[in-house]
């Protein structure tokens, strides 16, 4: 397979090249939106972020996505410099500026700032933070459904580096979708470390086997919103739905897959390891949660 699709590609659209950008209490052109090479997110992925999409005049889940923002800086030990108003502040501020209404794309990024000298120690983080928001006019355009391939990298324990943090360090999921691609496929689907099936390099993961929804423990993934929500509405709408240990058998033999996060919201999942999966296309169970979600999102964002 050459032709390969991502599970954040989105439709060309040329007003991206005119965006404005927040950077540090700034709101300049897209060209002049710059980084020191001393900053601890270039030097060293030192920093957490969050994507957030606009529908309709509105952040979807913002609340949820602010938690789990100030959550995350306070695990790392950063100081974001602004509280949690502040920071929504400056997303309407960028949202403003860049006129934008509905199919919008942010990602919010807070690093610990610019470094004194180029080593690892936080404590030469001393004129920090650095905050940045990049907003971008994108509407979801996944031509079919993703192909996985399982790849050796895993998600790891907690004490290494916690899949539950929005990490500006993904170097472990890029060489996990580099492994994909070399297999041939879209994205990687990634194990945990007993072996279970988990997650893939950027998205959540869900299989449908006899109309049940299965996903994983969520001990070893990140704890996406949109993957909370999906299993919210199927125990609303009497979708058997669980959180378990599963194995590459079970999800060969799945009927359905799909992946959920916030750019795509759930993605149908066509194959695995060269495996078909059901029919290969979007399932009838894949079809309903989507609907339910959409109707979430005109509720939450009406």
Known sequence: ?????????????????????????????????????????????????????????KWAFLDEHMDRLFEAAKAIDLDIGMDRNGMI?????????NCMVTDAHARLMVTRGLKVRPFQHPSLSQSGPTVAII????????????????????????????????S???????????????????????????????TTNACNFFIVRKGAVWTSTGDYCMNGITRGKVIELCRANGIPVFERNYSLVDTYGADEAFLTGTFGAQTPVGM????????????????????????????ECA
């Open 89 to 97: 502040s400056a997303l309407l501020e960028t949202q403003k500026a």
């Open 1 to 57: 397979m050459t032709d390969h699709v991502t599970t954040h590609q989105a439709e060309e659209d040329a007003r991206n090249e005119q965006i404005l950008i927040y950077l540090n209490g700034a709101i300049v052109p897209k060209h002049e939106a710059r980084v020191s090479v001393y900053d601890s997110g270039f030097m060293l992925g030192d920093g957490v972020w969050e994507g957030l999409r606009l529908y309709d005049g």
């Open 272 to 299: 695995i390891d060269g495996r078909q999966i059901g029919d290969g296309q979007m399932g009838p169970v894949t079809r309903h949660l989507r609907a339910l979600y959409k109707d979430l999102i005109e509720k």
């Open 168 to 198: 500006h360090s993904k170097l472990n999921c890029i060489l996990a979708c580099i492994a994909a691609e070399k297999a041939g496929a879209d994205e990687a689907l990634m194990l945990d470390v007993n072996g279970f099936v988990n």
């Open 135 to 166: 907003m971008e006019h994108s509407r979801p355009s996944i031509p079919r459904p993703i192909s996985l391939a399982t790849v050796p990298h895993i998600r790891g324990l907690p004490m290494t580096q916690d899949p539950k943090l929005n």
